[in-house]
């Protein structure tokens, strides 16, 4: 998967929205607006890195975000080219980045992977909401004229780019700009447009603090759990292959595929949480192009099918059951492969060990077998 960081662009000063404090760093349904938004890509799992960008005179609220913070410049096109420059300097460089306003706290994960999935064939994407009321001109509290709502948007973030021709137009852009998009159309980008959402408001007026708390509140959240289980037996072979790490054992483990118990035990605690059967439905074993494949093809298959249903894997515990071999000193490495092909934080990874106490076919040491728990976030 590329890589991918998120600017979030708090360095405004939010008058119209009132309170004291600017908007981003006012309280919001228990939290501060710029909490809700943080966490909406902190949470994403394509999302690799982030950036806020913030007002000089904004650093005593910066403490405990747990992100980079970088100081915004004299404009929004400066904030923004401020937080590029920063994410330049990392090693690699991403190659895509998604670019926010934190005024807008209740920016669904499903709309994230929107923008996402369009960048794997644009340079660059953003959603709008078409125009759908009849639009007039007014001057002095009266309507002077009418315009044609044909082909009008109203334009939302995130918007997401190519990063290294993000980057290169904001460094040749002078003067204002509406947004990154009009940077990026001046720049001669093509941009597509998807479905935007009517709940991705921008705190812009008094009232809308109160909108946004309905939504956050009001948003129904799809918790899943799936549990998987999988057993291989013993046969020929010098190793095992568990979790992605392959182990030197005396026997290796008999399956249609490369037999990774461990692997396949958490692929179908994906699928059981999406309600979409298990492996043997999506790779059936009577299809000799899956003979000897590598498990990590099924996870990342389960891994991207959630993704697609808008669902964040926000945890996956997995128990292997053996007495041979010690799967102790692999753990830490299982748990590093595992967290890598399901593009997650390891500590949201939990690979362990037991035994049956010498009871049953674990026991006597004819197979493996693996217990796995999945756990599925839809906002």
Same mark, same amino acid.
């Given at each position: 998967?590329?890589?991918?960081?998120?600017?979030?662009?708090?360095?405004?000063?939010?008058?119209?929205?009132?309170?004291g404090?600017?908007?981003?760093?006012?309280?919001?349904?228990?939290?501060?607006?710029i909490?809700?938004?943080?966490?909406?890509?902190?949470?994403?799992?394509?999302?690799?890195?982030?950036?806020?960008? *913030? *007002?000089s005179?904004?650093?005593?609220?910066?403490?405990?975000?747990?992100?980079?913070?970088? /100081?915004?410049?004299? !404009?929004?096109?400066a904030?923004?080219?401020?937080?590029?420059?920063?994410?330049?300097?990392?090693?690699?460089?991403?190659?895509?980045?998604l670019?926010?306003?934190?005024?807008?706290?209740?920016?669904?994960q499903?709309?994230? !992977?929107?923008?996402?999935?369009?960048?794997?064939?644009?340079d660059?994407?953003?959603?709008?909401?078409?125009?759908?009321?009849a639009?007039?001109r007014?001057?002095?509290g009266?309507?002077?004229?009418?315009?044609?709502r044909?082909?009008?948007?109203?334009?939302?973030?995130?918007?997401?780019?190519?990063?290294?021709?993000?980057?290169?137009?904001?460094?040749?852009?002078?003067?204002?700009?509406?947004?990154?998009?009009?940077?990026?159309?001046?720049?001669?980008?093509?941009?597509?447009i998807?479905?935007?959402?009517?709940?991705?408001?921008?705190?812009?007026?008094?009232?809308?603090?109160?909108?946004?708390?309905?939504?956050?509140?009001?948003?129904?959240?799809?918790?899943?759990?799936?549990?998987?289980?999988?057993v291989?037996?013993?046969?020929?072979?010098?190793?095992v292959?568990?979790?992605?790490?392959?182990?030197?054992?005396?026997?290796?483990l008999?399956?249609?595929?490369?037999?990774?118990?461990?692997?396949?035990?958490?692929t179908?605690?994906?699928?059981?949480?999406?309600?979409?059967?298990?492996?043997? /439905?999506?790779?059936?074993?009577?299809?000799?192009?899956?003979?000897?494949?590598?498990?990590?093809?099924?996870?990342? *298959?389960?891994?991207?099918?959630?993704?697609?249903?808008?669902?964040?894997?926000?945890?996956?515990?997995?128990?292997?059951?053996?007495?041979?071999?010690?799967?102790?000193?692999?753990?830490?490495?299982m748990?590093?492969?595992?967290?890598?092909?399901?593009?997650?934080?390891?500590?949201?990874?939990?690979?362990?060990?037991?035994?049956?106490?010498?009871?049953?076919?674990?026991?006597r040491g004819?197979?493996?077998? !693996?217990?796995?728990?999945?756990?599925?976030?839809?906002?």
């Open positions: 998967m590329p890589r991918t960081a998120a600017i979030i662009v708090a360095a405004g000063r939010g008058i119209r929205a009132g309170g404090l600017p908007k981003q760093w006012r309280p919001l349904a228990g939290q501060r607006v909490d809700w938004t943080l966490a909406a890509f902190k949470t994403h799992p394509s999302v690799d890195n982030i950036v806020i960008v *913030h *007002h005179g904004d650093l005593a609220h910066i403490g405990g975000l747990d992100v980079v913070c970088v /100081q915004g410049g004299d !404009s929004r096109n904030s923004v080219r401020n937080g590029l420059e920063a994410l330049a300097t990392l090693n690699p460089p991403p190659e895509r980045v670019i926010h306003d934190a005024a807008r706290p209740a920016t669904s499903a709309l994230i !992977s929107a923008v996402l999935t369009m960048l794997d064939h644009s660059a994407a953003a959603p709008a909401l078409a125009v759908t009321d639009l007039w007014g001057a002095d009266h309507v002077t004229g009418t315009q044609d044909d082909g009008l948007y109203r334009a939302q973030t995130p918007q997401g780019f190519r990063f290294d021709a993000i980057l290169k137009a904001h460094r040749n852009t002078d003067g204002p700009a509406a947004d990154d998009v009009e940077v990026a159309r001046k720049a001669g980008l093509a941009v597509s998807i479905s935007g959402d009517e709940d991705n408001l921008k705190i812009t007026r008094p009232e809308d603090f109160a909108r946004a708390e309905r939504i956050l509140k009001g948003r129904d959240m799809d918790i899943r759990v799936g549990n998987g289980f999988d291989h037996r013993f046969g020929d072979g010098a190793h292959t568990l979790c992605g790490i392959d182990i030197p054992h005396e026997r290796g008999q399956g249609h595929s490369d037999a990774d118990v461990g692997m396949h035990a958490v179908d605690a994906i699928y059981g949480a999406l309600g979409d059967g298990d492996i043997g /439905q999506h790779f059936p074993p009577s299809d000799p192009q899956w003979k000897g494949a590598a498990s990590e093809i099924f996870l990342r *298959h389960a891994c991207d099918l959630a993704r697609t249903r808008g669902f964040t894997i926000t945890h996956a515990d997995c128990t292997l059951i053996c007495e041979h071999p010690k799967i102790g000193p692999h753990a830490p490495a748990k590093a492969k595992m967290a890598e092909i399901m593009m997650l934080d390891p500590d949201r990874i939990s690979v362990k060990a037991t035994t049956s106490e010498r009871l049953g076919f674990t026991g004819e197979g493996i077998a !693996s217990i796995a728990t999945a756990t599925l976030v839809r906002v």
